[in-house]
């Protein structure tokens, strides 16, 4: 799959024009009440090792008993994205010795993944659409952290211990697996967000990077662009926002171009991303691959799924964020940052498009719900679907507006009382008499009187200061108490001060 | 008191409910005598005195708030890879020598619900791996009816401790025979249900799609009811079976009429000692007379029994055991970095033969390996489960020997694979997941023998025939009436 | 004297068990003992047989997503090796990946 020319990061190496090629491997951490397979709660934070059972701490004798709803969470996260779930599923244990794990193997999924295909679809800000094929989306248990200490500066190479905490052990974490389709960091980005997007929408995760709830890894490589042949790729790790990922793969195949530059080799390794230092570091060769030993856990029953119960989930998913971002963008117009912001802040979209409905406006509509909506929202703490103005409400201002009736500075004046009180702008504007002035003879009124008031700035403006045109229609509009038509005022000002020479 | 104790474990309940005896009464008693009859045998490696007395004032105040509890007053040996709270549970390892369980397992927390008195944790192979109790790092135990000779294992502790009439039931654990061999040897009765019908939560796991709860009694009879308080879905234990225990401890069946017992074919008694084989003829022969048809069955993959278990049960323990690192209980011996400190305390911690089997299953497992042995011997172990159910199409129970031989002298099997070969009869059975157990059958005297040393015959149902199964048995031991009644004849000899 | 089947030093490693010379040697005799008794198993016709997956044949359910009990810290770190304040205490992991 490789993308076109406009899209993909292009790196000159010695005349010849390389293209990126990059994987994500993400964990993300689900939302449920309890562990992946323990009844112990799944939360954030909390004193260390209170959230702990004989099961998480891998004590002699304790048993995995997988969670329901986390395998539902994962069947869904597939299906979102046109996966298919298999007839017949397991778990297996992965084998490596690690202070962080209770058991000394982690129990995953190997051959048989909870699903597998699928893909993410999803636009750039530049509008451009993109796809990409997952490999699986699979079902596994997360670590207990450590925390190194006894070195100067808080890492692991120079400590002399560590401290382990197992609240973490055992959480739910499902791990997607992309096909090498990427061809930008911006399009790594642009992909996460699109699986943040899904699976908020879908309830099966909050993917904050912050809390660790997502963390990826990404695969870099470049190669000779129009090649088939994969280039030796490095793996990135330590990329603690969305901000970082760009900032390490573009880093990187920065780095890897250099290497390549000079006659170099890339090899195969794993690098850690250095916020501080703007660079990737060595971690540990890959050469010596794990020998993981997999094998089927013999404690976990295998599941198994039928057509229908596949078909009833997958009807069951109700619609879908990336469905609606492309709805927005390509048939209503609107640009694809606008349609994420929609999509993504929580009521948004289902608010605009009752309002949509109305107006049949989008770009006038979507103005005034980014812009003022959220403005107000963020200044009062409360969401835009549960502050007084309603859809309609909203509705009806926009066409009052679009109708010439009120100027803009008055709907921003309306929206701020509606916010907080509700009510009728229609009934508003005629009781208060809130119309726009567009009678020429009014208008220049109130044009003599700004000018007279403002003689120096006047004689500026007929100098020459183009600039300060601004500043004297601000004059008329707030000498109307906001209702003058200001195209109307500036020409009227522009035509009496042209006379008034 | 005494007679008390020699008693079985449903007329022990029912005299305490009857209030004819007071469960503090036995606890006394039942110290008393362990103290007494234990060093000569060794089957306990920790003595839980207080958790017997405080059971036994429990059980007293049910009992005199009109409560009737199963098991009531019944005093209880248990193996020590199961967790019981508060106690020193070791596996018989040094690596967890000093280990205190947290939890209890789900069978030992229904059994004390129901009443029982537990005396104490017994003595096993480390990690339930062996035949004879031997490769114990904690202590040895000796078989009641012969003090040099070994009691089997890996639940050798718990036999002996039955055998020696210390406890009037025992738990044990069965992953490849080591509940039915040591029954055999000790001349008690050792039963290992279905795969999935006892919770293994709380059970330190050995080979988890093998290992089994089981109970160890003196009677058929007590071993149903044990079955039953403990048999059932645990929401602990992923591998329990969601279907219900069929009532076993109403009458057991005394005949054995329309009953057809498969004889297999590939386990020819005529490769058997001669003594021993005339013990097999007979229980036959008993079998025919209280009314059985004896049919041939075939299971012809059994033979490769050994060499299947040999790979899947360590590849299971090597995943297993990884847990015992150092890091967060039991023994660390610390060194330079966390590499160094997994490999010098699992080094102190385990013995020659889990060492063994650790580097088997790892490399069992490993890259390269894993085909030619993992998947090949769980493709064996279908082919062995698909020659049992064949032979349950035509029999409804399997009769053969629970071992080759009596309890042999300790050291007698210095090379590993002779001693895996003790499991030879039990091992079939425990792949296929079925339920089986063993019940005395005779006695051989062999030369240098300190007097008659008992045998086993091994009994085995098809997938949750328990009920069936335990009829079965009932029959066979009140038919012949080979179990002793008290402690054997060396032990009384030593104790006098 | 090793078994050309089993590499004894590869395995213990990765089984982190620390082997003397001696050990590596009695082992490597008697595993390899062990592996020519399994070479027996190379003569059943399992071409077209399925590995047993589940010993008794079900499928498998999810638990309901629902809070269980939890051990309390004290009880937990009590066992530990070594504890610091809240935490278990391990060796460096310097050099472990």
């Given at each position: 799959m490789s993308a076109t020319l406009e899209t993909g990061t292009l790196l000159d190496v010695n005349g010849i024009a390389y293209e990126a090629v990059i994987g994500m491997e993400c964990h993300v951490e689900l939302k449920t009440e309890t562990k992946m397979f323990c009844g112990c709660p799944n939360v954030f934070?909390?004193?260390?090792?209170?959230?702990?059972?004989p099961v998480c701490l891998g004590m002699p004798g304790a048993l995995p008993v997988p969670n329901g709803l986390a395998i539902e969470h994962v069947l869904r996260a597939g299906l979102a994205f046109g996966a298919e779930v298999p007839a017949f599923s397991k778990f297996d244990r992965k084998n490596y010795f690690y202070p962080d794990m209770p058991k000394n193997y982690q129990i995953s999924q190997y051959d048989l993944p909870f699903t597998s295909g699928g893909t993410v679809t999803f636009r750039l800000p530049d509008g451009t659409q993109r796809s990409v094929r997952l490999s699986r989306i699979h079902l596994e248990e997360d670590t207990g952290k450590s925390m190194h200490l006894g070195s100067s500066d808080g890492?692991?190479?120079?400590?002399?211990h560590s401290l382990v905490d197992f609240?973490?052990?055992g959480v739910p974490l499902m791990e997607c697996v992309s096909e090498?389709?990427?061809?930008s960091a911006v399009e790594a980005v642009a992909y996460l967000e699109a699986l943040k997007r899904t699976f908020v929408a879908l309830g099966?995760?909050?993917?904050k990077m912050e809390e660790g709830s997502l963390r990826c890894d990404a695969n870099v490589s470049l190669r000779p662009l129009g090649s088939a042949e994969y280039g030796t790729k490095t793996e990135i790790k330590n990329m603690n926002s969305f901000r970082s990922v760009q900032r390490a793969i573009d880093s990187e195949l920065a780095r890897q171009a250099g290497v390549l530059r000079a006659g170099g080799r890339i090899v195969q390794e794993t690098r850690g991303w250095d916020e501080s230092q703007g660079t990737t570091i060595v971690?540990?060769?890959?050469?010596?691959?794990?020998?993981?030993?997999?094998?089927?856990?013999?404690?976990l029953v295998p599941f198994e799924f039928t057509e229908a119960s596949v078909r009833a989930l997958r009807d069951a998913l109700g619609p879908l964020p990336q469905a609606r971002v492309e709805r927005y963008v390509?048939?209503?117009?609107?640009a694809v940052v606008q349609a994420h912001q929609l999509v993504d802040t929580p009521g948004v979209a289902d608010y605009y498009d009752a309002a949509v409905a109305l107006t049949n406006a989008p770009q006038a509509t979507v103005n005034f719900v980014l812009g003022e909506l959220t403005r107000l929202a963020n200044e009062t703490g409360t969401r835009i679907d549960r502050s007084a103005l309603g859809p309609a409400a909203l509705a009806e201002l926009v066409g009052l507006v679009e109708g010439g009736t009120i100027t803009s500075k008055i709907a921003k004046d309306l929206i701020e009382r509606l916010w907080s009180e509700g009510g009728s702008p229609r009934e508003l504007v005629e009781r208060e008499g809130l119309a726009q002035v567009s009678d020429v003879g009014a208008i220049d009124a109130l044009v003599a009187e700004v000018i007279a008031a403002n003689a120096k700035v006047a004689d500026d403006f007929r100098a020459?200061?183009?600039?300060v045109m601004g500043f004297l229609v601000g004059q008329v509009m707030k000498a109307s108490r906001g209702k003058a038509n200001p195209a109307l005022a500036e020409e009227r000002l522009r035509a009496q001060l042209a006379a008034q020479q | 008191m005494d007679g008390v104790l020699d008693l079985g474990v449903r007329e022990i309940a029912e005299a305490v409910n009857a209030r004819r005896v007071s469960a503090a009464e036995i606890a006394e008693a039942a110290l008393s005598r362990l103290r007494e009859r234990d060093p000569h045998?060794?089957?306990?490696?920790?003595?839980t005195e207080d958790l017997a007395r405080e059971a036994a004032r429990r059980v007293d105040e049910r009992v005199a708030a009109g409560e009737r509890p199963a098991l009531a007053g019944v005093p209880a040996a248990l193996k020590d890879n199961l967790c019981v709270t508060g106690t020193r549970t070791t596996c018989a390892s040094k690596i967890l020598e000093n280990w205190i369980a947290p939890y209890d397992a789900t069978a030992v927390r229904r059994l004390l619900d129901a009443?029982?008195?537990?005396l104490g944790k017994t003595n096993l192979d480390e990690f339930a791996m062996?035949?004879?109790?031997?490769?114990?790092?904690l202590g040895v135990t000796r078989n009641?009816?012969?003090?040099?000779?070994v009691p089997g294992g890996s639940s050798g502790g718990s036999v002996a401790a039955v055998a020696a009439r210390t406890a009037a039931f025992a738990l044990g654990s069965d992953t490849g025979g080591s509940i039915r061999e040591p029954a055999a040897f000790c001349g008690v009765v050792g039963f290992k249900p279905t795969?999935?019908?006892?919770?293994?939560?709380?059970?330190?796991?050995?080979?988890s799609s093998l290992d089994q709860i089981g109970p160890i009694a003196n009677s058929v009879a007590d071993a149903a009811v044990l079955y039953e308080t403990m048999a059932g879905f645990d929401p602990?234990?992923?591998?329990?079976?969601?279907?219900e225990v069929e009532p076993v401890s109403a009458p057991l069946r005394e005949d054995l009429r329309g009953v057809r017992v498969g004889i297999v074919k590939?386990?020819?008694?005529?490769?058997?000692?001669p003594a021993v084989r005339d013990v097999y003829a007979q229980a036959y022969r008993d079998l025919e007379r209280l009314g059985a048809e004896l049919v041939e069955v075939e299971?012809?993959?059994?033979?490769y029994g050994v060499a299947t278990y040999y790979l899947i049960a360590p590849a299971e323990c090597s995943s297993n055991l990884a847990?015992?690192?150092?890091?967060?209980y039991g023994l660390r011996v610390e060194a330079a970095d966390v590499g160094a400190t997994y490999e010098a305390t699992r080094a102190a911690g385990f013995g020659d033969e889990v060492k063994r089997r650790i580097l088997i299953g790892t490399h069992a497992l490993s890259s390269g390996y894993y085909d030619a042995y993992y998947v090949r011997a769980q493709k064996a172990r279908t082919l062995i489960a698909a020659d049992f159910a064949r032979a349950f199409a035509r029999c409804d129970v399997i009769a053969c020997p629970?071992?080759?031989?009596p309890a042999f002298a300790?050291?007698?099997?210095?090379?590993p694979y002779s001693m895996y070969l003790m499991d030879y009869y039990t091992i079939p059975m425990s792949l296929a997941g079925l339920p089986s157990l063993s019940v005395p059958c005779g006695y051989v005297t062999p030369e240098g023998a300190a007097g008659p040393l008992p045998l086993g015959l091994e009994l085995t149902g098809p997938l949750f025939a328990e009920r069936a199964l335990l009829d079965a048995a009932n029959a066979y031991e009140t038919g012949t009436r080979?179990?002793?009644?008290?402690?054997?004849p060396p032990l009384a000899e030593a104790l006098s | 004297m090793a078994s050309a089947d089993i590499d004894v030093e590869y395995v213990a490693k990765l089984a982190r068990l620390a082997l003397s010379p001696a050990e590596v040697e009695r082992f490597g005799a008697q595993l390899g003992a062990l592996l020519d008794h399994v070479k027996?198993?190379?003569?059943?016709?399992?071409?077209d047989v399925a590995a047993?997956?589940?010993?008794?044949?079900g499928t498998g359910t999810g638990r309901a997503d629902v809070v269980r009990p939890c051990l309390d810290r004290e009880t937990v770190l009590r066992g530990a090796p070594q504890r610091q304040g809240a935490y278990f205490r391990v060796p460096s992991i310097l050099g472990e990946s």
């Open positions: 934070g909390g004193e260390p090792n209170t959230h702990v059972c890492r692991l190479s120079g400590s002399t609240n973490r052990a090498p389709d990427l061809r099966v995760s909050d993917v971690q540990r060769s890959k050469e010596q691959a794990h020998d993981y030993r997999y094998f089927p856990d013999p404690d390509a048939r209503e117009g609107l020459g200061k183009e600039k | 045998v060794g089957a306990f490696l920790t003595v009443g029982i008195l537990p062996g035949s004879s109790c031997e490769n114990s790092a009641p009816w012969d003090l040099g000779r795969y999935g019908r006892i919770s293994r939560y709380g059970l330190i796991a050995f080979a602990y234990d992923a591998t329990t079976v969601a279907r590939e386990f020819a008694l005529d490769e058997l000692d299971l012809p993959t059994a033979e847990r015992f690192d150092g890091m967060r629970a071992a080759a031989s300790f050291n007698a099997k210095s090379d080979h179990a002793a009644k008290h402690a054997p | 027996a198993l190379e003569a059943l016709p399992v071409a047993t997956a589940a010993v008794i044949p």
